[in-house]
């Protein structure tokens, strides 16, 4: 019997294509798709092609991956900060490739969603943020049980701007004013001044909407605004808000124009410093502590936080790092510890840089927390710890 070897030959030739087209790319194969796609001009795939990155990152457990995507992410977003509709749809995209069942370390669904609310609050373009307020939502409650404290108070101000953005109805806007008052009340009691800035604006913006003048007012009075010191280092400008949604309106409640605020501020900025992520005494060659370990790491702890009623203590994981403690301060600062870079904004933390070989360089201290990097708040008592397999997670003493 002959054997047709050109069809056998085919056959095999289809079957490896077929194959190879079902091998799942690497997370590094689509972070460089991702910033390949920077270089065009189709907004919604590079978006998808970021978080299709990330999620992939997380998926194979792979912060040092995740922690690239950071810079370029930013590079691609912040020039949208003009087009508040175009940057609240790109977020979108990336957010909605994300798991909302895990917080990642350094590109997360609270870190880019908290942003997106708080761009939606300041431009009013709350329609445009529906579908990730959403998706913080979910995260804020996965089967009714909080990830956080803040979660609370961030899932509350999440489902408000869904309900605002997706009806125009009176009822809408009542359980909206509703979940914006809980969110203020649980930010303000637990010093989370971004986020209560935020969440203030807003329910005046609706309070005075309905009419409810008096209501707005008391929201105003009960206001514990940020220190001026911390409060520059917000994109988010209060007053500015007021003035940009009610127009005339806002005389009710800002008396005049306040050239505090003069000079460009309420833009989004990324700022990454030259120099590397944190290290001080790294040289060439060397392993850091975290890189002595991270072969091993698994889902052992490598890190953690707890609030403090004055400041942060931060605890290394491995061998060779001793804990640490840092001060409030009115500013963005950082602290490296045996390889790990933990930045500090307000009562938020964030993993800021993971440096295996010892050699990362110096990293100045900013006037400014990174536009788009995942920052995490803490209320007092509360610890965030960072693991290699699981990313962020929290407890409560």
Known sequence: MRIAWPLVLCAALALASTVAADVEPTSRELLDRAIALTRGDDRAATAVAFGRAARSAHDKSDPLIEQEIVRPLADFLVPMQAEPEALLAA?????????????????????????????????????????????????????????????????????????????????????????LDAARRGAQQHGFQELL??????????????????????????????????????????????????????????????????????????????????????????????????????????????????????????????????????????RYVGGVTVAFFGKSVAVFGLDLSGSAGRHRPSDQRESFHAFHLLADGETIAFSKESGMAFSRR
């Not at 804020?140 to 990830?147: D, L, M, Q, S, T």
């Not at 807003?202 to 005075?208: H, K, M, S, T």
């Not at 590397?276 to 953690?304: H, K, N, Q, Y």
């Open 197 to 334: 800035l935020s969440v203030t604006a807003e329910l005046i913006v609706q309070l005075d909407n309905a009419g409810e003048y008096a209501k707005a007012h008391a929201a105003l009075d009960a206001f514990s605004r940020p220190t001026w010191a911390l409060e520059k280092q917000c994109w988010l400008d209060f007053d500015g808000i007021l003035r940009k949604r009610l127009g005339k309106g806002a005389a009710r409640y800002v008396s005049s124009k306040d050239d505090r605020y003069a000079g460009g501020r309420g833009k989004l900025r990324a700022v990454f410093q030259e120099g590397g992520l944190g290290g001080r005494r790294g040289r060439a060659g060397a392993m850091s502590p975290l890189g002595e370990a991270w072969s091993d790491a698994g889902d052992r702890r490598i890190v953690s936080v707890t609030r403090g009623s004055k400041g942060f203590r931060i605890r290394p994981g491995f061998a060779r790092a001793p804990a640490a403690t840092e001060q409030f301060a009115e500013r963005r600062h950082t």
């Open 91 to 179: 977020i979108t995209l990336v957010v909605t490739r994300l798991d909302a069942r895990r917080t990642g370390a350094f590109v997360s669904v609270p870190g880019l969603g908290l942003d997106a609310l708080y761009l939606a609050t300041a431009s009013g373009k709350i329609e445009d943020v529906v579908d990730t307020a959403g998706y913080v939502a979910l995260w804020a409650g996965p089967k009714g049980r909080e990830p956080c404290i803040a979660a609370r108070s961030i899932g509350r101000y999440a489902r408000a701007l869904e309900r605002l953005g997706s009806s125009n109805s009176a009822v809408a806007r009542e359980a909206a004013i509703a979940d």
